[in-house]
């Protein structure tokens, strides 16, 4: 029965690592995207924003994922966190480089075109934003193996 209490406090722990990557992960994202992203979001209902965030949420997650899996090892809990903590900023670093040197190559500042949304609909720069935040934590999350 102490197993299950520990390995909760484990996952726990993990999870608490996963929030704060994620957290980082939000506000790198804000820093190169133009107006506050969690007004654009939340209240603006900015549909190209949100395809942005949702995708680099999903893919910090998948990061997150593959560096708890990879830190399973003989040197203990703590360096298994913060294994996972510098694996995820490593990765959260590469998807914000990505995301501004995409924002570099295309029209607009700093990815600013895909936050146009047009008669509801999102720019479709948004699914290439997202699509790149993906790609790029498939990326990371292969390397983790």
Sequence with gaps: MGDIFESAGETLLYGLVGFAVMAVAFVALDLVTPGRLDRVVWRDRNRGGAIVLG??????????????????????????LVSTGVYGLVGVALMILVF??????????????????????????????????????????????
């Design 55 to 80: 995708s680099q949420m999903l893919g910090v997650g998948w990061v997150v994922m593959r560096a708890v899996g990879s830190s399973e090892s003989e040197d203990g809990l703590g360096w298994g």
């Design 100 to 145: 501004v040197v995409i924002g570099w190559l295309a029209p607009g500042r700093m990815g600013a075109v895909a936050f146009e949304d047009r008669d509801g609909q999102a720019h479709p720069a948004a699914w290439v934003h997202g699509a790149t935040y993906l790609g790029t934590a498939l990326m990371v999350g292969a390397a983790l193996s």
